[in-house]
């Protein structure tokens, strides 16, 4: 039972450049989730998926596009980088199932560098 | 969901109890509390949640004043692994956001 795992680990991006961070989880979650923190700062919301099918913007959603591909993935794209977006992403899931405590799980992070 | 405040930091020495304040006078009835902690540049951790009555489990307790206005994590022996930054935060449990604030750096020396 791995949790919620995130690929890659590390990434260096020259600007304009496309990638896709990925995300799974093992926990059948129906929710899921896309942070970025920025150094010395708390997590904030890119993007949330509160079911498969599903995807909605949070606090921070411009530069990137999100895909739930099945429950288990959720992908966070981003299109063209820009030095802004230089950050550590963090993935998350939690149950939502009604009566669930609502609990978010998260997974390593992936750090990125956009030069 | 409602604002909190927290101390930016504290400190505690190992072994003994360290005792994490946080006010949310702004809390509504639908709200609970939550407690996560995220050790250097690891994934934020959840430790502990409630709406009004108090709450322990293998990691802390969590205590919540009558009027639900503030609250205060309690990790009962600390030690250094317990070194990480805690973040309480304010939620509806229907609703998935999770809002992070600054957090208090806890800080335990031997």
Not at chain 2, 46 to 53: A, R, V
Request: proline share 5%; with cysteine; net charge neutral.
């Amino acid at each position: 039972n791995a949790g919620v795992t995130q690929t890659p680990k590390f990434q260096v991006l020259k600007t304009g450049q496309s990638m896709t961070l990925q995300c799974a989880q093992d926990m059948n979650h129906n929710s899921m989730y896309w942070y970025r923190q920025d150094p010395g700062m708390g997590l904030r919301l890119i993007y949330y998926s509160a079911s498969e099918g599903t995807t909605d913007k949070g606090e921070v959603p411009n530069g990137y596009n999100v895909s739930r591909l099945n429950k288990r993935e959720f992908s966070l794209r981003l299109e063209s980088a820009a030095p802004s977006q230089t950050s550590v992403y963090f993935c998350a899931s939690s149950s939502r199932d009604p009566g669930s405590t609502d609990t978010q799980y998260f997974g390593p992070g992936t750090r990125l560098t956009v030069l | 969901d409602a604002k909190t405040t927290q101390p930016p930091s504290m400190d505690c020495a190992e072994g003994r109890a360290a005792n994490l304040p946080c006010n949310h006078s702004t809390i509504s009835g639908n709200e609970y509390v939550y407690w996560y902690r995220q050790i250097h540049s690891q994934g934020p951790q959840y430790i502990i949640h409630g709406l009004k009555n108090n709450e322990t489990n293998e990691m802390a307790s969590l205590i919540i004043t009558e009027d639900r206005k503030s609250s205060t994590l309690i990790l009962p022996h600390a030690t250094l692994r317990d070194t990480a930054v805690y973040y309480c935060i304010v939620k509806d449990i229907s609703y998935g956001k999770l809002t992070f604030g600054q957090g208090t750096i806890l800080t335990v020396h031997p």
